[in-house]
Nanobody, 121 residues
Framework: VQLQASGGGLVQTGGSLRLSCSASGSTLNINVMGWYRQADGNEREFVAYITNMGTTNYADFVKGRFTISRDNAKNTIYLQMNSLKPEDTSVYYC????????????????RGQGTLVTVSS
């Protein structure tokens, strides 16, 4: 499985960005796709995931601001990020997993390259 993420950039506080992640290869093995983020010097933080049945889960710090969705026909997931804050500045990584893991645990079988999101104050 290969994952290609895109959509990061620079935005002002309160602004919006949409990240995309497209999967290719043996995508039938994927049960979960999601996002985590990691800022310099910090640990990885789970952000959100969506299962192949459409079930979603979010980290508390993004609830009400971020929305994860998927287009099954395109093997693509999206992360719509609204009301962005400076503390959302980070490198965001798309991941895919065969297993259903506990919420908040950042474990995966495949990971895409990161995309940088910078929120200016």
């Amino acid at each position: 499985v290969q994952l290609q993420a895109s959509g990061g950039g620079l935005v002002q506080t309160g602004g919006s960005l949409r990240l995309s992640c497209s999967a290719s290869g043996s995508t039938l093995n994927i049960n979960v796709m999601g996002w985590y983020r990691q800022a310099d010097g910090n640990e990885r933080e789970f952000v959100a995931y969506i299962t192949n049945m459409g079930t979603t889960n979010y980290a508390d710090f993004v609830k009400g601001r971020f929305t994860i969705s998927r287009d099954n026909a395109k093997n693509t997931i999206y992360l719509q990020m609204n009301s962005l804050k400076p503390e959302d500045t980070s490198v965001y990584y798309c991941y895919a997993d065969r297993k259903f893991r506990p919420i908040g645990l950042v474990r995966y079988d495949w990971r895409g390259q990161g995309t940088l999101v910078t929120v200016s104050s």
